[in-house]
């Protein structure tokens, strides 16, 4: 989801990231500022002027965001759902959750707490305006901007549109009303990427009738609406697929393995060249002894194979790498996403009993999306 991301500073326990694409947007919304807004609701003010208004503006969004994005985070604390922590990319913010929320309750009240927020810190600030007639045009112009933004930022998040605010505060109702996460899920976002296309369809109007910005905007963020509905629906469905299941469900349970007297030359032709995979398992009197991979031999010359074993490059396994038949599934997966593994040795007892490999899993996966099978009667026929 994101390019590249870094850490600005922690607030109230939660680390905030910045990725790249928001240094786009920071500039586009500081020219737009300072070239566009700012000097037709102030005209006649200093170049210079526009340019600090315009610096203020963007810095004030960026906190807008961010308290946005800290109230859902801190009412998710309050119900036990973890936080990665807050990142700021081109469409806005986003509060990475560990798991989907444990109640259809616990959800509405942390969809709800992002628009309360917004909402309340925009009437705040229009209030300063309306009433603070002695501060300077420019501060009051940036406080104007940033009370109107923070509405709209608020009532743009109530739309009922999945993943937006509005349309987790419906899942959550509907997911309360039928007991049922899985087709609350499908509801909301259908909707959310119905309301992507309408977005997409309004952004091609807007740049037809000469509004190019604009229209370029609205479509773009119409593709992102789409797509997050899209990824909500398969992530869904990866849930309830691996979820409850346990590892040796899914794992296969005859690997192949390298010995650790192997060459090294016949360890890439009889096994890298053959069967194409990136690392293997390195099995001794069936224990996991370690594993080899591909970019651990790409840093040999193979002129320096000749005399060399498995056992010469292969690497241990971390604890934290390993996992064991009983480990539920969806948490496995989870792992191999966050470490960018593709594969994880099933071990017992020291002994490898099998590989979960994440090309399966998701093989598994798109089974169940083109067959639309529910998951109960998916393992009647698979079991």
Known sequence: MFLYRVKVFTLAGFSVWVDASWLVFALLVGWTLGAGLFPIITPFLPAET?????????????????????????????????IRGITLFIFGGVAELDHEPTSSGSEFLMALAGPFVSLALGTALLAVVALDR??????????????????????????????LDGGRMLRALLWGWKRDLGWATRIAAGIGAG??????????????????????????????????????????IAQQTFGGHSVDTFMNRQPITVPPDLPLRQLVEDFFYRYHHKAFPVEQDGRLVGCVTAARLRQIEPAEWEGRTARDVMESCPPESLVSPATDALDALLRMQKSGKGWLPVVAEDRLVGILSLS????????????????????????
Request: charged share 10%; hydrophobic share 60%.
């Open 134 to 163: 002695a501060l300077p045009v420019p501060v009051l112009a940036v406080l104007w901007y940033l009370g109107y933004i923070n509405w709209l930022l608020g009532l743009f998040n109530l739309v009922p549109a999945f993943p």
């Open 195 to 236: 309301f992507g296309v309408l977005l997409m369809l309004g952004g091609v109007f807007e740049f037809v009738v000469g509004s190019f910005v604009g229209g370029v905007w609205l479509f773009l963020i119409g593709v992102f609406l789409y797509g997050a509905a899209g990824a909500a629906r398969r992530q869904m």
């Open 360 to 383: 399966d899993m998701l093989h598994v996966l798109s089974l169940r999306l083109e067959s639309g099978v529910d998951r109960r009667r998916w393992f009647q026929h698979q079991h």
């Open 50 to 82: 526009y340019v600090w208004m315009a610096v203020a503006g963007t810095i004030g969004l960026f906190f807008s965001i961010v308290f946005h994005e800290l109230s859902h985070s801190l009412v998710a604390r309050r119900f036990a759902m973890p």
